[in-house]
């Protein structure tokens, strides 16, 4: 087999191989799912991004984690053969990618976990690595009204791929990330072996996989929390003209206590302007809403904030009982009164909410052009000097897409976890979701990006890239900070040949992990 796989590697083309080739490597694999070579760059070799591209030697689909298992291995064997876990692909910086390595198609596993357990009276749900949120949630909902606590604001992701993350959204404040909201992984590591790991078994895997961009092992399976699923929600937009009251606002919302806040607390800068996309128009929640700027104070700067909270609520609640809940709530808050927006809706519709977006923007064509997107931490020491410069001058006219901003609170992220913060307690989240118009734009776009971390290093921001994307070990090394010792302590102990994910651009592929 190694003969086998040396010669297709060193004398073809990576993007070609004969199907001669192909047949004689699936059979030396021993596969129980299938392999395919040709014409796979566009699926294999590209992600959401759209920024790079690369050529994979053959693109696995697995039929489960021991077909995984036998690529790692086989890659193993080999001194150069990389491997990469590819989620749904919805990554920004080809961190999926692999280029002239094996890339496995983890959707192609979706179905082969997905059981209930009840465990000391708490609801879990087994799921595959390669299942989408979005069906993780119709099918707990349907089938158990039961559903995961912490979320993504989009669900076309998989399982495996946010928790290789965080997996971040409004519910974050309170239950913390995608990744402090699971019990137990089976994982794949860079050997090759399959491991289940949990806080008591093996639990340097665990927390190292967690939040670990995919470096140590592919994730198979993981053992999700549960809470009961609520039937509906009340979802709000209120607008305001000062970042220091939105800022206090959605602190004040996001260190109470449950019961005493809302249960999804997230929010946005727009422009204030009549741009549909950028300005006034992206804050009514309905068509039927009005968004009138004459409400708006004549002191308004050139960005207004948007705070987005939910309530979730029964079927069985009185509507004057959600709206007294909503009205103690909204009453402590300082935004401009007349332009609330509030909608009901179930929750399942709140949560794919996003999903409505996806499809506009795929029918108008923006889904399928570039997304140089950027995320960040930024902690709340220097979240102000952020506003002060980036929002209100540098991107006053928006990013042709959500421009997020929302706290979070340090204390509900594990240390553990391979996830880096920046320090303090609060912390925001800020994603700049450029779409981008037809034309040639894009590279306008990056250097934007990077002209905005250069100001955060050249300020003194505290801050950390959430999705991270380098292109050197020195920079994963400034990343990574005091918990960088720990990380590669971890890569030599899984995936000590960085067989792993090499999309990240971490560590050169070898036989021993240099620090
Ligand atoms: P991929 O992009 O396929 O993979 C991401 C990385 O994880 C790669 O390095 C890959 O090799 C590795 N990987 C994939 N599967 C596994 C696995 N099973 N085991 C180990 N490693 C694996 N993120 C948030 O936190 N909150 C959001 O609200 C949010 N919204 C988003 C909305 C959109 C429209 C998009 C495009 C992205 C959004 N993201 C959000 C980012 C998202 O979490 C990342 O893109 C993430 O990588 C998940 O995408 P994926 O499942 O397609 O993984």
């Not at 076309?156 to 992984?185: I, K, W």
Request: contains cysteine; proline residues 5%.
């Amino acid at each position: 087999m190694i003969a086998c796989l040396g010669r297709i590697v060193q004398d073809t083309d990576a993007d070609s191989i004969p199907d001669d080739d192909v047949s004689t490597l699936s059979e030396s694999l021993d596969l129980q799912g299938t392999i395919e070579s040709g014409g796979i760059t566009d699926v294999a070799g590209k992600d959401f991004g759209g920024l790079y591209s690369v050529k994979p030697l053959a693109l696995i689909k697995p039929s489960g984690t021991e077909d995984i298992a036998r690529v790692v291995n086989a890659a193993s064997r080999t001194s150069h053969l990389t491997v990469a876990a590819r989620g749904n692909g919805h990554s920004i910086n080809g961190q999926a990618m692999a280029d002239g390595g094996f890339v496995i198609d983890m959707r192609s596993t979706e179905e082969n976990h997905f059981k209930p357990l009840t465990i000391d009276g708490s609801h879990y749900i087994d799921v595959s690595g390669g299942a989408l949120w979005e069906d993780v949630l119709k099918r707990c909902v349907s089938m158990f009204r039961l559903a995961p606590r912490s979320w993504t604001d989009y669900l076309s992701l998989t399982v495996g791929g946010t928790l290789s993350n965080a997996g971040v959204s409004g519910q974050a404040f309170r239950f913390g990330p995608q990744t402090s909201n699971v019990t137990e992984l089976e994982v794949v590591t860079g050997k090759g072996e399959i491991t289940v790991c949990s806080e008591t078994q093996n639990s340097e895997l665990f927390f190292g996989a967690l939040g670990g961009l995919g470096q140590l092992g592919i994730i198979t399976r993981a053992r999700v929390k549960l809470q009961p699923a609520p039937d509906m929600v009340r979802w709000i937009r209120v607008v305001y003209t000062e970042f220091e009251e939105f800022t206090r606002d959605a602190e004040f919302l996001v260190t109470q206590e449950e019961g005493e806040s809302f249960d999804y607390v997230e929010g946005f800068v727009f422009s204030n302007s009549d741009d549909p996309i950028n300005g006034w128009p992206s804050v009514p929640l309905d068509p039927d809403h009005e968004f009138n700027p004459a409400y708006i104070p004549q002191t308004a700067g050139s960005v207004l904030y948007c705070l987005e909270v939910a309530l979730h609520y029964r079927n069985s609640d009185r509507p004057s009982t959600v709206d007294t809940a909503v009205s103690r709530l909204l009453e402590r808050l300082g935004f401009i009164q007349r332009l609330k927006f509030e909608l009901n809706v179930s929750y399942v519709e709140f949560l794919l909410r996003v999903k409505q977006v996806e499809e506009h923007a795929k029918a108008n064509g923006n889904w399928d052009r570039p997304h140089p997107w950027l995320n960040i931490f930024i902690s709340k020491s220097s979240i102000v000097d952020f506003d002060r410069t980036v929002f209100r001058k540098m991107l006053k006219d928006g990013v042709g897409g959500p421009m997020l901003i929302y706290p979070l609170l340090r204390s509900k992220w594990d240390s553990r976890t391979s996830v880096v913060l920046p320090e303090g307690e609060i912390f925001y989240i800020v994603a700049l979701l450029r779409f981008v118009p037809k034309g040639p734009t894009v590279e306008k776009l990056v250097a934007q990006n990077h002209e905005i971390i250069k100001w955060c290093n050249k300020e003194g921001l505290d801050f950390k890239l959430y999705l991270p994307h380098y292109q050197s070990k020195e920079d994963w090394k400034r990343h990574f900070g005091n918990q960088w010792t720990r990380f590669v302590e971890r890569k030599t102990s899984f995936d000590p040949m960085a067989i792993l994910a090499p999309g990240q651009n971490f560590f050169k592929r070898t036989h021993i992990i240099k620090p």
